[in-house]
Nanobody, 128 residues
Framework: VQLVESGGGSVQVGGSLRLSCVASVDTIGRYCMGWFRQAPGKEREGVAAIDSDGTISYTDSVKGRFTISRDNAANTLTLQMNNLKPEDTAVYFC????????????????????????WGQGTQVTVS
């Protein structure tokens, strides 16, 4: 499975960006999909996840501002980011895995990244 992200860039505080991730696989329908980010000098953190059954979780800092969605027919994962803040600056990664992210597991669960088997190369988001 190959994942290719796009849509990153530079934006002013309060602006919006829409990230996309296209997967080279027969269908992403059976995968849990997620977005992670890593800022300079910081550990990678989970941003949002959408399970194969549609269950969604967000990290607290993006709730109400970011929206994750998936189009299984198009093998595409999307992250709509609104009201961006400087602390959102990071490299954003798309990830896919056959693990399940349903309660009590969320994108904020410790070591949740271990549930993901495939990763994209990342796309830079800069907010200033």
């Amino acid at each position: 499975v190959q994942l290719v992200e796009s849509g990153g860039g530079s934006v002013q505080v309060g602006g919006s960006l829409r990230l996309s991730c296209v997967a080279s696989v027969d269908t992403i329908g059976r995968y849990c999909m997620g977005w992670f980010r890593q800022a300079p000098g910081k550990e990678r953190e989970g941003v949002a996840a959408i399970d194969s059954d549609g269950t969604i979780s967000y990290t607290d800092s993006v709730k109400g501002r970011f929206t994750i969605s998936r189009d299984n027919a198009a093998n595409t994962l999307t992250l709509q980011m609104n009201n961006l803040k400087p602390e959102d600056t990071a490299v954003y990664f798309c990830a896919a895995g056959l693990g399940r992210i349903v309660p009590p597991i969320t994108i904020m669960t410790m070591r949740v990244d271990q549930l993901f088997d495939y990763w994209g190369q990342g796309t830079q988001v800069t907010v200033s």
